[in-house]
């Protein structure tokens, strides 16, 4: 039997850590800052389109990054999404023009989907490659890789995005973006080297999918059940800042505490792999339990309460990602991945936010808590219809 022991992760799976550390955090530096740079350039009647333009161009930019999968050399495209990315950085401390920066924003956004896209799938097609037969093991190190991967553009939001608020206060606009594009760079072009060391996995494999092959509809239903998850902690860490003083939360624990649950989490979730419907419904049920403490609790309810939402958080979204890679071809998994994500991480937290936002324009921050219960509620109805659907098949 094939023991875990004899398994490890490829040197190669490593860079492509650092390259979903590197992209998520140019696009934390650019959401971060965006209401610092907003402000100092009195440009304040245009920052629900600078945030709501960025959104629309990663849709755009997942649907065509998974598109291109099968159209373009891989690597290639992987070099250019990573150049633009610099170039519209370093831009920011540059356009003084409202309407180029609106601009500046849409380009940013499409580049950063496609770049997803394509890092998403290069891993998934690394982790895959590298097992000598379909077990339990591999399963697991699948998702533990995937874990990982993901827990790398998550501490990106302190040492890029929290990084870069503090270097605003330090030195002027246009030399933080300049110095974070330029570190940016250096490190892309070291982790290069090794990436470009297995080019077998950026061969283009199979037939060209029909047109309309990027748009995965079996990827939606998962979407939408993990977007339930997603959209709780979307708000959460949104609106950290007036959560906190409702709740007299240390904003530290509001952010750095939950980012450290989801840490554990994703690697728990590799563990989990084996009994993963028990799992998912483990996590589903911490997320609402957080959920409904941080609306009721007190002091260390809500702090215990910020923790759960991030560990259940953690474990649920590497599960879905893994639930998802079994159901699809090889050929289709990119595809899959990218439509996965528009619905999980960008429509379902944006229509969460929306509507937590006008809800507490009415009745508060803290009493607006209520609200989010039903979206990972739910997310475990649907979960649950799933498995039955699956069972009487």
Avoid at 125 to 140: C, H, I, N
Avoid at 352 to 369: D, P, R
């Amino acid at each position: 039997m094939f023991s875990q022991r004899n398994w490890s992760f490829p040197i190669v799976f490593y860079p492509f850590v650092g390259v979903n550390f590197l992209t998520c955090g140019l696009m934390f530096l650019g959401n971060m800052t965006i209401p610092i740079l907003v402000e100092e350039r009195e440009w304040e009647r245009e920052l629900g389109l600078m945030s709501s333009l960025y959104l629309i161009g990663m849709v755009f930019g997942r649907v065509l990054g998974g598109w291109l999968l099968s159209r373009v050399n891989n690597l290639y495209a992987l070099h250019a999404c990573i150049f633009m990315l610099v170039i519209t950085t370093l831009m920011y401390g540059v356009v003084s023009v409202p309407a180029l920066f609106l601009g500046l924003r849409v380009v940013q956004g499409m580049v950063q989907g496609v770049t997803f896209s394509f890092s998403d799938s290069l891993v998934a097609k690394v982790l895959e490659s590298t097992a000598p037969r379909k077990s339990d093991v591999p399963e697991q190190q699948f998702a533990k890789g995937m874990g990982y991967y993901s827990v790398a553009g998550t501490i990106s939001i302190f040492a890029i995005g929290y990084s870069g608020l503090f270097l605003m206060e330090q030195i002027p606009f246009h030399m933080m973006y300049m110095l974070v594009a330029f570190v940016t760079m250096v490190l892309y072009i070291w982790l290069s080297l090794f990436i470009s060391k297995k080019k077998e996995i950026f061969l283009l494999q199979g037939d060209k999918p029909k047109w309309w092959s990027f748009f995965v509809l079996a990827a939606i239903p998962y979407g939408v059940m993990a977007g339930g998850i997603a959209a709780v902690f979307a708000v959460v860490t949104t609106y950290s800042e007036p959560l906190s003083k409702e709740k007299e939360l240390f904003l530290v624990v509001v952010t750095i505490g939950i980012t450290l649950a989801i840490v554990l989490g994703r690697v728990c979730a590799g563990y989990m792999t084996a009994r993963t419907q028990t799992s998912m419904i483990f996590a589903m049920s911490m997320v609402i339990s957080g959920t409904i403490m941080l609306w009721k609790g007190r002091d260390f309810l809500a702090y215990g309460a910020v923790l759960m939402i991030g560990l259940g958080y953690g474990i649920a979204i590497i599960l879905f990602f893994d639930m998802l890679k079994r159901q699809m071809k090889p050929e289709m998994i990119g595809a899959a991945f990218a439509t996965f994500s528009i619905v999980c991480f960008e429509l379902m937290p944006a229509l969460a936010k929306w509507l937590f936002a006008n809800e507490a324009v009415q009745q508060g921050y803290e009493n607006s808590l209520g609200l989010l219960i039903g979206f990972p509620i739910s997310s475990l109805i649907l979960f649950l219809l799933y498995l039955g659907i699956r069972k009487n098949r």
